[in-house]
């Protein structure tokens, strides 16, 4: 019988998290070589479920909390080939093209430190990911006052001059 489930993502506040799909095993050291030669600054957690062999989910990473963290979500998840990075003291933003231009990474479903529901399709043979419902619906357009702010925020952080 086929399905698609909901699976609630349970991550600290103030953390972000990296959802994507790979294919080989050696995705953990990459990433993890990504992270720490990018950003030696941060702590993170990565976990990858193998889809084939013994199907085992791989971890690495420079905090045990996180990694306990991000290898109990990627078993909920329940999806082969997929990778899990949790990130502390560090934005997505820094290592993004870094992590999307890794040779086994196929794909990023999530990138946030928002509320994040997984949708996975199951059938007899396992599961896979579907899509991401990442934080919330709009309630409304930005405006000029608005507008500001966001520039305002963007240079106060950082990321714009």
Aim: net charge neutral; aromatic share 8%.
């Amino acid at each position: 019988m086929s399905q698609v489930e909901e699976v609630k993502l349970d991550f600290p506040d103030g953390c972000n998290v990296i959802l994507g799909y790979s294919h080989f095993i050696k995705t953990v050291e990459d990433l993890t070589e990504i992270i720490a030669t990018t950003r030696p600054d941060a702590s993170f957690a990565i976990a990858f479920s193998e889809a084939s062999g013994e199907r085992l989910i791989r971890w690495d990473g420079n905090n045990k909390k996180l990694i306990d963290i991000a290898v109990e979500n990627i078993k909920k998840i329940g999806a082969g080939h997929t990778f899990l990075i949790i990130l502390e003291n560090v934005f997505p933003i820094s290592i993004m093209n870094q992590i999307k231009n890794c040779q086994e990474v196929g794909r990023i479903f999530a990138a946030t430190s928002n509320p994040l529901y997984v949708l996975v399709y199951r059938n007899v043979q396992g599961g896979g990911v579907v899509g991401v419902v990442d934080g919330y619906s709009p309630l409304g357009t930005e405006n000029e006052v608005d507008i500001e702010k966001r520039k305002s925020l963007l240079r106060r952080i950082g990321y714009k001059k």
